[in-house]
């Protein structure tokens, strides 16, 4: 198969990767530019892991929901270029403030809709052409888990939406609106959680997944479970949350999902 990643594999014994399909992490990576100030932010362990894995120096990431950006310092320590969308203006405010000291040239971050095709295309054609580049060569997508967190009043932001029905179609337009820029053969992960409404498990990460499979000509290729015990949420909430399972029917949230598709030929 083809070579997508700057691995050596006659010293296949000294690559650091995790290959399985459940990664149990025991602490947020802090090192660099990471901080966990942006609740709902994914840990740069899971875009260390995939960039690493699915690409090579020089080329080309897209995050569509840059958030804090954990994939943009990623891709600074790992030597790709990275493209970062997101909605909400002021967490881009604090990436442009992260990076103010930085040499690292080779990214383009833009306030975007990326539920809006042209908005999409101008924000993406526009920050390829300064990158230098043609494609992306891999796509994150880390959506907010419905409503669990509002992050800003844009009618679009997918954190204002509680209903599955209607969260579903909007994240497939940004898949829609981003995978375009996706070169074929190549990857992309989507990260997502499932959610609790109502007394009742909504599998929105399976949800996702469907949806993916029946919109677009894609292979899925991996799913894997993780769980980081380290999460500023759970730490020294672990025994009230024990209780209350063990009082009531329900099981406690402690795994997020990657699904890793490959793009094939269009």
């Known amino acids: ?36 100030i942006y609740h709902g932010n994914f840990i740069p362990q899971i875009p ?5 894995r699915y690409t090579k120096k020089g080329e080309l990431v897209i995050d569509a929901f840059l958030g804090s950006g954990t994939t943009l310092y990623e891709c600074e320590r790992l030597q790709r270029k990275c493209i970062g969308l997101d909605i909400n203006e002021k ?17 383009r971050v833009r306030l ?4 809006n095709r042209q908005e999409s295309e101008r924000c993406i054609t526009q920050s390829l052409y300064e990158l ?9 997508f880390h959506p907010p888990y419905l409503d669990i967190v509002k992050f800003t009043n844009h009618p679009n932001d997918l954190s204002a939406y509680r209903n599955i029905q209607d969260f579903v179609p909007l994240f497939i337009k940004s898949c829609q609106n981003v995978l375009r820029f996706l070169q074929d ?49 759970k730490l020294g909430m672990q025994t009230i949350w024990r209780y209350r399972a063990l009082s009531s029917d329900y099981f406690l949230f402690k795994h997020e999902y990657i699904f890793i598709f490959k793009k094939e030929k269009q």
């Open 48 to 52: 260390n892991e995939l960039i690493n």
């Open 91 to 107: 967490i881009l405010d604090f990436v442009a403030h992260n990076m103010e000291r930085s040499k690292y040239r080779d990214y």
């Open 112 to 115: 975007c809709d990326n539920t």
């Open 185 to 233: 053969n190549r990857f992309f992960a989507v990260v997502v959680g499932d959610v609790y409404q109502n007394g009742e498990v909504k599998p929105l990460g399976f949800y996702i997944m469907d949806a993916i499979q029946k919109h677009f000509n894609v292979t899925l290729k991996g799913i894997v479970v993780k769980n980081i015990e380290g999460n500023r949420g």
């Open 1 to 36: 198969m083809p070579k997508f990643n700057d691995w050596d594999l006659k010293e296949w014994k000294k690559i650091e990767a995790n290959v399985d399909s459940l990664w149990l992490i025991p602490n947020r990576d802090r090192s660099g530019r990471h901080c966990n």
């Open 132 to 140: 230098h580049a043609k494609s992306a060569q891999f796509v994150f």
